[in-house]
């Protein structure tokens, strides 16, 4: 992925708006900080999966996920226009400064856990990025364009694994069953549009989300019947706050562990 800097730039209608500028950077930094989140946490599995294939597929997937976070973050420093690097951005903000939904900082849990929780995020991240690879602002095309290609193997890898759990041993769909039971409420938050969301909806710069839902719907009901697994009800008290910057106990946790070397040796290069 070429540095947002050699991409085209931004319309020119976005370039002199300061308004849709920070905009812009708001919804970027908020899609770095999801794909960060969860490619620290899928790292946490590197050397524990349940068998040496899977071990690799899952670190695979962190790796794309942490190349399209450092394209994302590169792309909202040249937006904000401060000074910021990619590593500003990843290792120097506090929890409160996250934007990632709830789902992605869950604990990994069991391995069907982790594979719910991929599932559902796989279903919107993918049908999100094949939507923003016709946005009008360049940068944010290309990089949609390079990470969804990723994404169609991250989601055919978790609907497979959900298929194989439901369809698999007792214990195998007992798991799914809680899995899907502790997750499912988390999943709105995804398609819940933010303030800076909806005004670059309106203005045609991201995806409406509503357009987004019947394939999204389509695809959990298909994957669901083949793992014959009933679809959840929907959870009356859906989850919501993360990408308001409200966040369970768990991402504190995590960036503990992610930004110590950073906070720990300041300005510390390889």
């Given at each position: 992925?070429d ?21 812009l ?50 792309y ?7 000074g910021?690097?990619?590593d ?12 990632n ?36 602002d ?17 989601l ?5 694994w ?12 007992q ?22 969301e ?41 989850q919501?706050g993360?990408?308001a910057?409200?966040?369970s ?10 930004q ?11």
């Open positions: 992925m540095h947002p800097a050699d991409l085209q730039p931004a319309p020119a209608a976005i370039a002199h708006a300061p308004t849709v500028r920070q905009q950077f708001e919804f970027v930094l908020q899609l770095a900080d999801t794909s960060l989140v969860l490619g620290h946490r899928l790292s946490e599995w590197c050397g524990h999966g349940p068998v040496l294939e899977q071990d690799l597929a899952m670190a695979n997937i962190a790796l794309d996920l942490l190349g399209e976070t450092r394209s994302l973050y590169q909202a420093a040249e937006l904000e226009g401060q910021r690097t990619e500003d951005l990843a290792y120097l903000r506090p929890a409160t400064a996250y934007r939904p709830l789902l992605v900082e869950q604990p990994n849990g069991d391995f069907a856990h982790t594979v719910v929780r991929q599932f559902l995020f796989d279903n919107f991240h993918y049908h999100l990025l094949l939507a923003l690879k016709t946005s009008p360049a940068p944010l095309a290309a990089i949609a364009e390079k990470s969804v290609k990723e994404a169609a193997y991250h055919k890898w978790s609907s497979e959900i298929i194989r759990l439901g369809d698999g041993t007792a214990e195998s769909r798991r799914l069953d809680k899995a899907l039971a502790t997750l499912w409420r988390y999943a709105a938050e995804l398609t819940m549009p933010t303030a800076t909806a005004a670059l909806q309106d203005l045609g710069l991201v995806p409406d989300y509503r357009g987004m839902k019947p394939a999204m719907d389509a695809h959990t009901a298909r994957v669901l019947a083949e793992a014959t697994v009933p679809a959840p009800q929907i959870a009356p008290f859906a919501k993360g990408k910057g409200q966040h106990e768990h991402l504190g946790y995590l960036l503990a562990e992610l110590y070397m950073q906070r720990t040796y300041p300005g510390l290069t390889w």
